[in-house]
């Protein structure tokens, strides 16, 4: 038995495996290395480089009022909260819908749901349009795309751009992992095959400029290594304790730039595409409303420089403007006509250069969610989020006469509806909404047609998909 287990390359495999996750979990206590210290007008000479990577970690799911870097009681994000603390951190980011396709879609485009036209399950993105790894690309970048969410696989359009794009091949979890539910089909896997992934990426390019994405899962899938268990074992912990297993994979991908004396040439940018809900409005979950529990991200942008101290932009921002800001600050040839702005100037007030802020200053955000996108058979039944100052207006297409208006200086957690209280702010809100809802989309979304093994891959997200009209026998 021993012998033919000595045998078995699984066997080998396995162990490589256990000992990298060890490996992660030693890291995490690794300090983070000191870079030169800079102010943020450091950041105008970024223009004049040619050879600066950008690695873009999404954390799927993730709520930025769980992170202790950004003031959560629990310390979830030891890393981020140290790496944040040297670069820029985004206090109050809207993502653009609370489903990971439509959301992902405006984030990478710069237009807003409506405008792409990813809505439904069946739509991609068009081949029409920009997507950052493109510009990337053909600015002479090598691009690598790693993903372990089916909503952004290649058939929807997300490949675009990317020299490699491809999910990591999933290593047999130890059993000292811990997940949400063990009888169902689970994501196989986890988010250290991701990191391990990249980092292999990292060492063959670390000579040349890259762009590098990873789109980490685990804390989506509340899969945790159990030395992140430190906050206990209801549901709403141990999304915490997926958090926190999510941070050291972070810290081991950043212990492999180090390596490589990368960090001082490295923009790394740190975004989610939705949060999570715990019962604030009766569910639990993500992907059904537009409330501030599944639409309230983190932005954190470490650029390749310390800054001492890090700067917080307390302004509105939303994820449309990501690109925008990332390719102002390397000086590459922006997205043509995006949705979203260039947030530095907001970056360089916030750290005392310049005051100008043309039209950045708490812009109006809007999210939109079709409420039956899993259901192709049904009709369309969008919903509209616009957030405009310390209001949530919730706008209903198929009720519009039942509007929701919030107000979260005096309810925090949105849950007394004012729309009675204020008629002109809410039919300025509806004329807004109605508008965005009848615009025509810049791209036509194709729809795209999935076989059993793709829309498996995407149950084992959790998801109830509608299964398409069975084919009739020729
Ligand atoms: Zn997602």
């Not at 210290?37 to 004049?48: F, G, I, K, Q």
Request: glycine content about 6%.
């Amino acid at each position: 038995m021993v012998r033919r287990l000595l045998d078995s390359p699984w066997f080998y495999y396995s162990l490589a495996a256990v000992l990298a996750v060890l490996a992660i979990a030693s890291q995490f206590e690794v300090k983070l290395p000191s870079r030169p210290v800079e102010d943020v007008s450091e950041l105008a000479t970024l223009r004049e480089q040619d050879d600066i990577n950008v690695v873009f970690l999404l954390i799927d799911t993730l709520r930025a009022d769980r992170m202790g870097a950004y003031g959560y009681s629990r310390k979830t994000t030891p890393t981020i909260s140290e790496l944040a603390s040297w670069g820029i951190r985004f206090d109050h980011v809207q993502a653009h819908s609370s489903w990971t396709k439509t959301s992902m879609a405006s984030l990478w485009t710069g237009l807003l749901p409506r405008h792409i036209g990813v809505l439904r399950y069946p739509h991609a993105v068009s081949d029409e349009a920009t997507m950052p790894a493109e510009i990337f690309q053909q600015a002479g970048y090598k691009t690598a795309g790693i993903f372990r969410n089916g909503w952004v696989a290649p058939n929807f359009g997300f490949a675009q751009g990317f020299d490699q794009y491809f999910r990591p091949k999933p290593s047999a979890t130890p059993d000292r992992f811990e997940r949400r539910s063990p009888s169902t089909h689970p994501l196989q896997g986890s988010d250290f095959d991701a990191t391990d992934s990249a980092q292999e990426f990292v060492r063959a390019h670390a000579h040349e400029p890259f762009f590098l994405y990873v789109h980490y899962m685990d804390v989506h899938q509340y899969l945790y290594d159990i030395e992140s268990a430190h906050f206990g074992t209801t549901l709403s912990d141990t999304y915490d304790n997926a958090i926190h297993w999510t941070d050291r994979n972070v810290s081991s991908l950043v212990a492999t730039l180090d390596d490589h004396d990368l960090l001082t040439k490295t923009m790394i940018v740190i975004a989610s595409d939705h949060g999570e809900a715990f019962y604030e409005h009766g569910i639990e979950g993500h992907a059904q409303n537009l409330y501030r529990e599944v639409t309230e991200t983190p932005l954190i942008v470490i650029p390749p420089f310390r800054l001492d101290p890090g700067i917080v932009v307390e302004h509105k921002v939303q994820n449309i403007d990501i690109w925008p800001t990332v390719f102002d600050i390397l000086g590459l040839d922006g997205m043509p006509d995006t949705d979203g702005r260039s947030l530095l100037p907001l970056i360089l007030a916030a750290g005392g250069q310049g005051a100008a802020l043309p039209g950045l200053e708490d812009r109006m955000s809007t999210a939109e969610l079709d409420q039956t996108w899993g259901r192709v058979s049904a009709e369309p039944k969008p919903i509209v989020a616009m957030v405009d100052g310390p209001f949530r207006m919730v706008h209903h297409a198929v009720a519009p006469d039942d509007p929701e208006l919030y107000d979260r200086r005096t309810d925090a957690t949105e849950n007394v509806n004012v729309a009675g209280d204020h008629p002109e702010l809410v039919a300025r809100l509806r004329a807004r909404a109605e508008a965005y809802l009848a615009a025509p989309p810049r791209f036509e979304a194709p729809e795209v047609e999935l076989d059993a093994m793709r829309r498996a891959q995407l149950r084992a997200l959790g998801y109830e998909l509608e299964e398409p009209e069975p084919e009739e026998e020729p």
